[in-house]
């Protein structure tokens, strides 16, 4: 079995067992870390960082994909807490050549919760190496369209996303969206590894992604399935557009697109691309679910806190097939110990993924490179979380 570096409490031992399975289950390595009501009670890692075997170690951090978008979501709150920001005010206050397209009475509020309908990127761009260039993919979010009326349903944006919020952050800021991200939520909770656009001696500690050559055909046609799946389901009068999950996910190369490569951990593509340690997860959320301090610094007030993680949508998402209870850039916490009421955070494609809860005071992070679970999660996931949920209500 793998061997796990880093400390534990006594009373979350069963954090400890959990990761060493999921990790002898497979290739890889992987990083935990778990803060309870202030106190830093599993900080772990282990496996392996890269195809040669080289040990995952304590400044590893790894790319995790749409975890990546609660610390974008963060950032707009920052704003949002100056009063900078109006949630309900249209974006194109911020950003005017957004009002184009019928995009004029879109909220950020719809941005944040998913409702702006402007989750179709497989239409938006003829190649994955686009997203690394933030004013095309601005420009082209600006003259798109919506698919959805505005408001009228969450459509879970995957990928666009972190540019229709990223963009706010930067016209308000006017500062580069990797730059207000260091200077705003990383310097102050002095954070060791939390980047969305990283500098090159940060992305000399990204763990190398490893996905199973069989995951990477299966998402690489995934396309095609979902559109087949589609006439067959038309077939049977079912009335869920499956196709939506292709749009909003897949791009032609997306599959080919080198994810931890320094040129695109130098760019910012704030729904997918965050480089992180575990460690700076957790203490972010830990500090979130503290009603926005921790040890004395104060990230946001706990009325923005109140606001930014109160449920905006309860239904089935029209691409994310079950419910998803999006706050304003956060979902449910759902572990396999249940689902905290006020828990909330985001999860990503591969297994990673951050949380906190206010009940329990518990921020919670796992970040990992070897797997490909779906598209919006992993069970492992929810098994950490499960476990942590567990330790925490017994402590």
Not at 2 to 28: C, E, I, M, S, Y
Not at 95 to 103: I, L, N, S
Not at 133 to 142: Q, R, V, Y
């Amino acid at each position: 079995m793998p061997q796990l570096h880093g400390t534990v409490h006594p009373d979350f031992w069963p954090v400890a067992r959990a990761l060493t399975k999921q990790l002898g289950r497979g290739p890889g390595g992987a990083a935990v870390c778990v803060y309870h009501r202030g106190e830093k009670v599993v900080d772990i890692w282990g496996g392996a960082r890269n195809a040669a075997g080289e040990p995952w170690r304590a400044e590893t951090m790894s790319v995790s994909f749409s975890t990546t978008k609660g610390v974008t979501a963060t950032a707009l709150h920052i704003l949002a807490d100056r009063g900078l920001v109006d949630y309900d005010a249209p974006v194109a206050r911020y950003w005017p050549e957004f009002a184009q397209a019928g995009k004029d009475a879109i909220t950020v509020r719809q941005l944040l919760s998913h409702q702006a309908g402007l989750y179709d990127i497989r239409h938006l761009i003829d190649d994955a190496a686009r997203m690394r260039d933030w004013e095309h993919m601005t420009e082209a979010l600006a003259r798109s369209a919506p698919r959805l009326t505005p408001g009228s349903a969450s459509a879970y944006h995957g990928i666009t996303f972190g540019w229709l919020v990223g963009e706010i952050v930067q016209r308000v800021s006017g500062r580069p969206f990797a730059q207000f991200v260091q200077e705003e939520i990383a310097a102050p909770l002095d954070l060791d590894g939390l980047y969305v656009g990283a500098p090159a001696q940060a992305s000399a500690h990204a763990a190398e992604l490893l996905m199973p050559e069989r995951g990477r055909q299966r998402m690489a046609a995934l396309g095609d399935r979902l559109d087949r799946a589609q006439r067959l389901a038309g077939w049977f009068g079912v009335r869920y557009d499956l196709r939506r999950i292709a749009d909003a996910l897949i791009v032609p190369g997306i599959m080919d697109f080198p994810w931890a490569a320094p040129e695109t951990l130098a760019a910012s593509i704030p729904a997918a691309n965050g480089l992180f340690t575990a460690r700076s997860l957790a203490k972010l959320y830990a500090t979130l679910a503290n009603g926005g301090s921790f040890n004395g610094v104060r990230l946001l007030s706990p009325r923005t806190i109140e606001r930014a993680t109160e449920v905006q949508s309860r239904g089935i998402d029209l691409v994310v097939p079950f419910p998803m209870h999006w706050r304003l850039g956060y979902h449910r916490a759902a572990t396999t110990a249940g689902t905290p009421p006020r828990g909330f955070g985001h999860y990503g494609f591969g297994g990673s993924g951050a949380w906190g809860d206010p009940d329990l005071g518990l921020g919670v992070a796992l970040v990992l490179n070897s797997g490909i679970g779906t598209p919006f999660g992993d069970l492992r996931t929810a098994q950490l979380g499960g476990t942590v949920l567990r330790c925490a209500r017994r402590r």
